[in-house]
């Protein structure tokens, strides 16, 4: 067991519902979700597209509520975002006319702080994350790969204790998304920071986690909660890594299965 899972909740969710309103039909995204989460712990949210892993991280960062249920972070209940919950997106979500250093201090002028502390932290990140040389390029002059350093980076500027990550190297090749992922790794374990990530990568969600939440398909419940026995860094080669990707390939696949014969049968209707 991960020395992290002795520590105290730092996230807990508590029955939680999400409902969608339409004038045609009401859609139930999240039915009945109770989680908790320690101080340190790099969890996966893994399931086919439909089961709720977005909806879930969006609500544990306040951006869209429960319908009913709580949720609450670090003693707190989550009412609207805030600075104790970083987001890094798949988009990106970079300011396009600011250079990278201006758009990974944004946050910390935001919150007001002075000159003689923001650059200290953003030369620091720049170093961290291999931007240094990048510092005054603007992201259209970026890669991809470097594009999701900076968002990182801004996050990590605010020294938010939660990290949400939305499907963050989804769009990325997969040399790229393999360094990145290391990169994320890294900093985890310096840091000491709690990840929420959402991710359809079984393979992707063995590397990172200590624990993989697997979802079912639309309304979204726990399926099956895993804790990630193998050593770090992990070989995907492994017997080991192998015999739980076979295993959460199955439960994925039966979620896939339900969602295909939802499909049929609304296509019937």
Request: aromatic share 6%; glycine share 6%.
């Amino acid at each position: 067991m991960n020395s992290t899972q002795m520590n105290a909740t730092q996230i807990h969710i508590n029955d939680v519902h999400k409902v969608f309103k339409s004038n045609e039909r009401d859609v139930v995204a999240l039915k009945g979700i109770n989680l908790e989460i320690p101080e340190g712990q790099f969890v996966c949210l893994l399931g086919p597209s439909g089961c709720g892993k977005s909806t879930l991280l969006n609500a544990i960062a306040g951006f869209s509520l429960p319908s009913s249920g709580s949720i609450t972070a670090n003693k707190q209940t989550v009412q609207a975002p805030g600075p104790d919950r970083g987001m890094v997106f798949q988009e990106y979500a970079l300011f396009p006319w600011m250079t990278v250093e201006k758009n990974i201090a944004f946050g910390l002028e935001i919150k007001g702080s002075d000159k003689n502390t923001i650059e200290p932290i953003v030369s620091k990140l720049l170093d961290k994350l291999g931007l240094t040389e990048f510092r005054q390029r603007f992201p259209k002059d970026l890669s991809g790969g470097m594009r999701q350093r900076v968002a990182i980076a801004r996050v990590l500027a605010l020294d938010s204790p939660i990290m949400l990550m939305d499907e963050p190297f989804g769009a990325l090749d997969a040399l790229t998304r393999r360094n990145l992922q290391d990169e994320l790794l890294r900093i985890w374990s310096e840091l000491g920071k709690t990840v929420i990530f959402v991710t359809h990568s079984i393979e992707e969600a063995i590397y990172l986690a200590d624990r993989i939440i697997v979802m079912t398909y639309r309304p979204g419940t726990v399926k099956r909660d895993i804790l990630v026995d193998l050593p770090r860094l992990r070989d995907p080669a492994s017997a080991e890594f192998n015999t739980l990707k076979r295993e959460l390939g199955q439960l994925v696949m039966e979620e896939q299965q339900r969602h295909h014969q939802s499909e049929m049968m609304a296509a019937v209707d």
